[in-house]
């Protein structure tokens, strides 16, 4: 049963919802290193508030308060950072983008061999109210929860990797779709990125939108739709295109087809994974889909793209000028490229402008939808402890057995790498449907790297799993059998996180090798 939350945040704005508003600073200009030091409270004198002894590992929480050390940036004015850390360093690492301005409100959890060492959230003075309870939208990073659940399935003999979509969901196959296998889809070659007319007097040029008011009418028209769409990229170019959008709908459309209850994607994540783990230990709150009267139990962040204005003078322009950083300048040129554009910007539409469809988990109405590849919310304590259970570890957590060791090992193997047919981006991803990173940047360097940074190798050694648009991230190193769940609501203008979060991953990186 969900906990009643304190409404401090309705409190505090007088909202007749449970969300709230972003308070966005004036803002010019804006430090992008990515230099994570140790040394980060002597030289700025950040003040640490609990009488805790910080050099040693405790889990007794812990506040700092953090003053900004740049006059100007893209979010907040420095910060309160509250909870522990096993590593100073990478509590240094978070605190240091609250005094950089990096962030509004963002919170970071990591798990080791099933033990909580990191728990940390921060919240700007214009986040007031935020902690680590706070639900936010996560994005792509919901799309690990839709791996895990084929995994499931998998484990259950219900499904194989091998086997056609059209096995268990015969309409799927129309127009060129019927080769495509589970694995397939969950590597992003399910050949509907987005919807492409198929009538052959116009295929493949002329997509589809799919609207709210497709999503909102039944599953049973949106998959319709993705049914009648004609396979893409088309058959003389095979190859990955990662589905932004769509992934999760092909997920949902297999798994309630072989669920022997007939669920959703939501509802078998709901009573599989969420509720099972929260018998455990503390709540666990990830969801797809949640209702306008549940909804009333929780706190949510809303999401800031930041001052446009300082997004285009500081960050874009300069970079497209060659004065900043490249791969904020190749990540701005995406959307001149046709296909990232239907695929990324307009498979769905909510609003005739495209950025504004990004706010949507920050709506009632929006958080009730299931959009799993997109629209998820959840809080980094939830997503790490899911990530220990069915990604870094063996598949049970306290007793309680969410998948078998072998289903865990099996849904992360089977890597196979492409480059993406619209963007020209290196991917990789396991039979499963998991990033794994050092696949992707095993040839920095080279064109298909050009939108990571060269930290980012080291940032990323090791991991699986997979981020958000927004900055999320939800990783594990299944060596060290390490879970890491970060999520924010200051979007950040870069692919991988950008410096916020490839701070903190090289500073963990560091004390792991430890």
């Not at 194989?160 to 096995?167: E, I, K, P």
């Amino acid at each position: 049963m969900a906990h009643k939350a304190t409404h401090s945040l309705q409190q505090l704005h007088q909202s007749s919802s449970t969300m709230f508003l972003c308070q966005k600073p004036r803002i010019l200009a804006r430090a992008t290193t990515a230099t994570a030091g140790r040394s980060f409270r002597q030289r700025h004198n950040v003040a640490v508030v609990s009488l805790s002894h910080f050099s040693s590992f405790s889990k007794e929480p812990v506040t700092t308060k953090i003053s900004p050390i740049v006059n100007h940036g893209p979010f907040g004015s420095g910060g309160t950072v509250v909870g522990f850390s096993k590593h100073d360093g990478v509590r240094e690492a978070f605190e240091e983008n609250f005094a950089r301005r990096l962030e509004l409100g963002s919170q970071l959890v990591v798990y080791e061999k099933g033990e909580k060492i990191i728990d940390l959230y921060g919240f700007a003075p214009e986040m007031e109210g935020y902690d680590g309870d706070t639900l936010q939208g996560v994005y792509s990073s919901g799309k690990n929860m839709e791996a895990i659940a084929m995994a499931m399935l998998v484990d259950r003999g219900l499904v194989s990797y091998d086997d056609l979509v059209t096995q268990h969901w015969p309409e799927f196959g129309a127009n060129g779709k019927d080769t495509i296998t589970i694995a397939d889809v969950m590597r992003h070659s399910g050949g509907v990125p987005f919807v492409v007319d198929c009538d052959p007097e116009t295929y493949p040029d002329v997509a589809i939108t799919i609207t709210q008011k497709d999503v909102r009418n039944g599953i049973e028209p949106l998959e319709e739709k993705i049914c009648a769409s004609g396979k893409y990229p088309p058959p003389s170019h095979p190859g990955m295109m990662y589905h932004a959008h769509t992934r999760g709908w092909l997920v949902n459309g297999i798994l309630r087809r072989v669920d022997p209850s007939g669920r959703s994607l939501g509802q078998f994540m709901k009573e599989e994974i969420v509720d099972p783990l929260s018998g455990v230990g503390d709540e666990v709150k990830f969801f797809n889909g949640i209702s306008m009267e549940d909804q009333k139990n929780y706190k949510f962040a809303n999401s800031s793209l930041g001052n446009p204005i300082y997004n285009g003078t500081v960050e874009i322009f300069p970079s497209l000028l060659g004065f900043g950083d490249q791969c904020t300048a190749e990540l701005a040129k995406m959307p001149l490229i046709k296909d990232v554009r239907r695929g990324l910007l307009n498979a769905t539409k909510w609003d005739n402008n495209p950025l504004k469809s990004l706010y949507f988990p920050d709506t009632p109405e929006g958080r009730t939808m299931e959009y799993s590849s997109v629209g998820m919310v959840a809080n980094a304590r939830s997503m790490a402890i899911v990530n220990a259970t069915t990604m870094a570890g063996d598949g049970s957590f306290n007793g309680v057995r969410i998948l078998s060791k072998e289903a865990v090992s099996n849904s992360m193997g089977g890597i196979e790498s492409g480059v993406d047919f619209a963007a020209q981006n290196s991917l990789s991803f396991s039979r499963g449907g998991y990033g794994s990173f050092n696949d992707m940047l095993q040839d920095f360097g080279s064109h298909q790297t050009r939108v990571y940074h060269p930290d980012d190798v080291a940032a990323y050694r090791n991991l699986m799993g997979w981020f958000g648009v927004s900055g999320s991230q939800s990783l594990v190193d299944r060596e060290r059998e390490v879970a890491i769940a970060y999520c924010n609501n200051a979007f950040g203008f870069n692919l991988l996180g950008g410096p916020r979060t490839r701070r903190i991953l090289l500073e963990l990186q560091n004390a792991m090798a430890e």
